[in-house]
């Protein structure tokens, strides 16, 4: 079973880290296909908690071999600061391999990522503003910058100058700002040019021979199922592919090789920035969930939007990832309440919606549909196993699990790396 993907089925925040973490002594490879330092996971280790955006979370675990995909967009200043971070607590990062095709996020980037978002006023994103979205927007518009190009001066200086002669009218005449200078981006990136050079490397073909080999890789995806730029809430998406499909695309394997695929989902919904989200709590019940639950963004610090879980969102994802197994995360948080509502479907004006409707207005306005379970009282923090949960816990993740369509394998009762209740493997 050596292929493993790993999705977000909301929109992020699930805990991947830790599912990445769970795989940890069985994986011989972790790749981050997609996204940028947008993504935040934090995985807590004993006393130790390490917060990582770039990083594939892999990268923890001795003995696992990091890479960063082509899928990826990367800010080198974060790529090395977290390298350094992760050093100088004892952490051994010289495996870590970075594809050559990956993007490259400069300091434009950043700069237009901000400035756009003011423009868009009321109809902002919500963006992390790391630049993630216009590096990707360069990417597809073919003015990108790769890992490559950084191994060839010429090259990348008129990379740069072919990239800024249109960013620059833009920065100026629309948005009001300075311009900026070739010379500066291309200074900026050459001093990285030393310390990348050893990490860079054919990604794909990497892959693929482990594979042949039968090496265990996981492909961590970042951001969620709704945040994919194609299947997700669109606008109110990142800019990059972060379901199933974009694990092939973003490391250069086949499809046929990806062998399961893990979706990860919280035992209720949170988000962050804008765009619908049909259970979001304005109540007490929201503010007690994002306490309990320290729902606040690990990359920008944001409070998360918080509300109940939304089992069609799930089978959504079932659909989107083709799903094989669901890690449900954060048990642990709903213990106290008397009473959980689970969405089962949504009411549009009057119409009844079993399914995530695929037009974005009807998804404004849907309004859930809610079925009451049962909560419980009992501390559920040292479970692990499903019998050990107290009946009204094992009930209601039964019911999601009926209502989700697929399998339950693990259910993550506490932020600690084992507390986990494993039903089936996820590696076998
Ligand atoms: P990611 O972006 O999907 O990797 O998730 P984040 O790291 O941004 O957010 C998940 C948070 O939940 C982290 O702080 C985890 O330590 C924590 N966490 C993960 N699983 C559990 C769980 O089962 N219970 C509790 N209480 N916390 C968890
Ligand atoms: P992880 O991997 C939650 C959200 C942003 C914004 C939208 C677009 O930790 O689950 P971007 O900067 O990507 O252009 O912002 O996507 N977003 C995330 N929300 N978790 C993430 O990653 C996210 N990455 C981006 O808040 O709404
Ligand atoms: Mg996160």
């Not at 594809?99 to 400069?106: E, M």
């Not at 919280?266 to 007490?284: H, M, N, Q």
């Not at 929201?286 to 320290?294: E, K, S, T, W």
């Not at 509502?341 to 399914?355: L, S, T, W």
Request: with cysteine.
């Amino acid at each position: 079973m050596p292929g493993i993907v790993i999705v977000g089925v909301q929109w992020g925040d699930e805990g991947k880290g830790k599912a990445t973490d769970l795989l940890g002594e069985r994986t011989d490879w972790v790749v981050k296909f997609n996204g940028g330092n947008n993504a935040g996971h934090t995985v807590v280790i004993g006393d130790e908690k390490y917060a990582l955006h770039l990083l594939p979370s892999g990268i923890l675990t001795p003995g696992v071999n990091p890479v960063i995909g082509n899928g990826v967009v990367i800010d080198l200043e974060v790529l090395m600061y977290e390298l350094d971070a992760l050093r100088s607590r004892g952490i051994d990062t010289s495996r870590l391999r970075i594809s050559a095709n990956a993007h490259i996020i400069t300091h434009y980037h950043r700069t237009l990522d901000k400035v756009t978002e003011r423009f868009l006023g009321k109809r902002q994103i919500g963006t992390t503003g790391r630049g993630i979205g216009p590096a990707y927007a360069d990417k597809i518009n073919r003015v990108g910058i790769r890992v490559q190009d950084l191994f060839d001066e010429n090259i990348l200086r008129q990379k740069i100058e072919g990239a800024l002669d249109q960013k620059n009218h833009l920065l100026v005449k629309v948005y009001n700002r300075r311009a900026i200078a070739v010379e500066e981006i291309l200074e900026d990136l050459l001093s990285y040019v030393e310390r990348i050079r050893p990490m860079v490397c054919d990604t794909s073909l990497l892959l693929n021979e482990a594979l042949d080999a039968g090496d265990v890789v996981v492909f961590e995806g970042g951001q969620a199922t709704m945040l994919d730029v194609d299947h997700g809430t669109y606008p109110f998406v990142t800019s990059s592919s972060a379901t199933a499909g974009g694990a092939a695309t973003g490391s250069g394997v086949g499809p046929r090789r990806l062998d399961r695929v893990v979706g990860i989902v919280k035992a209720y919904t949170t988000r962050v920035g804008s765009g619908p989200f049909p259970t979001e709590l304005f109540d007490e019940d929201g503010d007690r969930l994002r306490a309990r639950g320290f729902e606040f963004g690990t990359t920008t610090g944001r409070p998360r939007r918080v509300g109940w879980y939304d089992a069609p969102i799930t089978r959504y994802a079932n659909r989107i990832n083709g799903i094989t197994d669901l890690v449900l995360t954060k048990l642990d948080i709903l213990t106290g309440f008397d009473r959980i509502p689970v969405c089962v479907a949504y009411d549009v004006d009057g119409r009844r919606f079993d399914e995530v409707p695929v037009n974005q207005s009807d998804f404004h306005h849907a309004r859930p549909i809610y079925e009451e379970l049962p909560g419980w009282r009992e501390d559920i923090s040292g479970a692990r196993t499903f019998e050990e949960l107290p009946s009204a816990a094992r009930d209601y993740v039964l019911a999601l699990e009926e209502m989700s369509g697929t399998r339950i394998s693990v259910i993550g009762v506490g932020a600690a790396r084992d507390a986990v209740i494993v039903r089936h493997d996820l590696v076998d």
